[in-house]
């Protein structure tokens, strides 16, 4: 049923520390290699040793800068999949009921079966969370790895996500945001965790850790003994300046 | 957003088939007969052959049935569901015309809500997606009615009613470039609000997740065109209501009569055709989807 579940028991998610994170794309591989061989249809790739290659992915890493006004500019590593919106646009477009939303966890999925690969949720999802497989033409994004959260047959430290199982700079987490005393509910009080394009009016699940702010800008400081290390002499003299001259008046030497 | 040809065709096919279907069902023409045969013939294929395009898009059309369930929520599948009823219900009173020369005047009334319904779920389609701030807006749906109707009028050979419907439509039409063009801008999402970084400083988007391209890209940030945008829409309005307009001006004239009534009229309708087919072009390849930013483009 695409028509959205009032609220849900539990809602499942991940936070994103955006001051954790390395920019490794470990999460972005780990990803698609646990979607590519469980849940539904693999993850297909178009021309992937050509020269235009291309692929699905239901998690990418996006790299922005930040350039405050009087500071040095900052990069930030970004990585985005599905958040799991509690209001979510891309789940009440869809005209089969493949796209869903669970009651029990808040999970947005798609039943392959019944999907006819109008991409009309892509075209919902503020996020480009949803992306189009090429081969098998139905909507994959991101199933918080569902198989993998509740599989019994994982030893328990693997049952959570495969991008947070992988993540080595520990960027990611995963719990449930209805608990406030969750790991993720607490990260998030904590740090200020933030929403997406909030004027959107999805209400995403996964939260986002801001950078911290850095110590102070080093840039300007100055070194005592740095005005003894200034340049002697700008004009090069004697055998120096010679040398200078004969190289550029030889062939090519002026520019 | 990619201006997938298939939809083009659709909505701009369709569009007019069910303008014509709603004025057939009005009774304006009420015609009986072999005549009748033509008019309805006339119309769905224009109507059907505008759905048939509309599921080659889709990646799996053998589900196509599926459409029919989330009537509760999707426009897509009131959409599917309001364009089978129209057609059926069309279908009935257009063999009473044809086949008894009877003129079930109510259900024909009914036949031309539900085909002008039609196009408004369409609309909405479009009209609902808040991503696409270009479409999110009245202007959507009142410039799919408008060319609707009036498609409808000129094809119908309706020429008093086409000429003010006319003018409505291409004024609707304008309405949705004006309003279309502020309001990206107007919604408030930029690359701050995507990031959520915005209060920091300046954000840049510094390096694509992947060196390649990808779905979201090709889907979404559609750029082939824009230079000539305005060039474009000055073609489009041309054909789409100006000709007409000129051509069924005439005439009304003692200066035009006999077959080249009818050679005009043909005219102000194919015009009109290519007119709306470009304008619907424009529709998506200027639409810019705000996934973009993430991208660091429009
Ligand atoms: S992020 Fe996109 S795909 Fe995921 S729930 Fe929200 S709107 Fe839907
Ligand atoms: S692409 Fe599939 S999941 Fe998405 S709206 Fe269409 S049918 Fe539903
Ligand atoms: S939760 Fe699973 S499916 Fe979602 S991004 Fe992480 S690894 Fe991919």
Known sequence: MTTLPTSTDKKLGLVIDLDTCVGCHACVISCKGWNTENYGAPLSDQDPYGAEPSGTFLNRVHSYEIQPEAAPAQLIHFPKSCLHCEDAPCVTVCPTGASYKRVEDGIVLVNEQDCIGCGLCAWACPYGAREMDATEKVMKKCTLCVDRIYNENLPEEDREPACVR?????????????????????LTAERGGMDLMPEMGTKPVNKYLPPRLKDRDRSQDVDILAPLLDPVATESTGFLGWLDKALENMPGGKT | MHPAPSVILFSTLSGLGFGLLAFLGLGMPAPTGFSAFVWFTLAYLLAVGGLIASTFHLGHPERAMKAFKQWRSSWLSREGICAVVALIVMAIYGAGLVFADTRFTLLGYLGAVLSVGTVFTTAMI???????????????????????????????????????????????????????????????????????????????????????????????????????????????????????????????TDAVSGVVVHLFAAIAVISHLVGVFAARWLFFAQAEHVVGLYYGKR
């Open chain 2, 126 to 252: 479009y009209t609902q997606i808040r991503t696409v701030p270009r479409w999110h807006n009245l202007t959507t749906p009142f410039m799919f009615l408008s060319l609707c109707i009036a498609g409808g009028a000129l094809l119908s050979g309706r020429v008093s009613l086409a000429i003010p419907l006319l003018v409505i439509a291409a004024v609707a039409q304008i309405a949705h470039w004006v309003v279309g063009d502020k309001a990206f801008a107007k919604s408030g999402t930029t690359i701050a609000t995507a990031t959520g970084l915005g209060a920091r400083g300046d954000v840049r988007a510094f390096e694509p997740p992947h060196t390649g391209t990808n779905y979201l890209l090709k889907e979404f940030v559609y750029v082939i065109g824009r230079k000539h945008a305005t060039k474009l829409r000055i073609i489009a309005l041309v054909l789409m209501a100006v000709v007409p307009l000129v051509a069924l001006t005439l005439t009304q």
């Open chain 1, 166 to 186: 992988t993540c080595p700079a520990g960027a990611r987490h995963f719990g449930d945001f209805a608990d406030p005393d969750s790991n993720v509910s607490k």
